[in-house]
C-alpha cells in the first residue's frame, strides 16, 4: 500500500503534519473553510490517513455539507470500519 502520494520522504511527512494539525487548529475555532482548505492538502498527500477523512467529513457537516460529508464516508468505509461507523452515527444524530 501506498502512504504518500510520489517520492516518499520525510518532507511529504512533515508537510502532511503541518496541514493536519493546521485542520485540527482551525476546527478548534470554528473555522471550518480554512479546516477543510488544510485537511484537503493533507489528504493529497497521503490519502490513505483515516483520521484526516474523518475529521474532513466532520467539517463538511460542520458547514451542512452532507453530500462532501457521504462522500468521504465512503472512502473511509474503505480505510477503517470503526471511523466509518462512528462517522456513520453522527451523521445520523446531526
Not at 497521503?46 to 477523512?53: G, L, R, S
Amino acid at each position: 500500500m501506498k502512504l504518500f502520494k510520489g517520492k516518499k520522504t520525510n518532507s511529504n511527512l512533515v508537510e502532511f503534519i503541518a496541514h493536519r494539525n493546521n485542520g485540527t487548529f482551525l476546527s478548534r475555532r470554528d473555522r471550518w473553510d480554512e479546516a477543510i482548505s488544510a485537511y484537503r492538502r493533507a489528504i493529497r498527500i497521503k490519502f490513505d490517513d483515516a483520521k484526516t477523512h474523518y475529521d474532513l467529513a466532520i467539517a463538511y457537516v460542520m458547514i451542512e455539507d452532507r453530500a462532501s460529508a457521504a462522500k468521504e464516508h465512503m472512502i473511509l468505509k474503505n480505510l477503517d470500519k470503526y471511523l466509518a461507523e462512528k462517522l456513520s452515527n453522527k451523521l445520523l444524530l446531526e
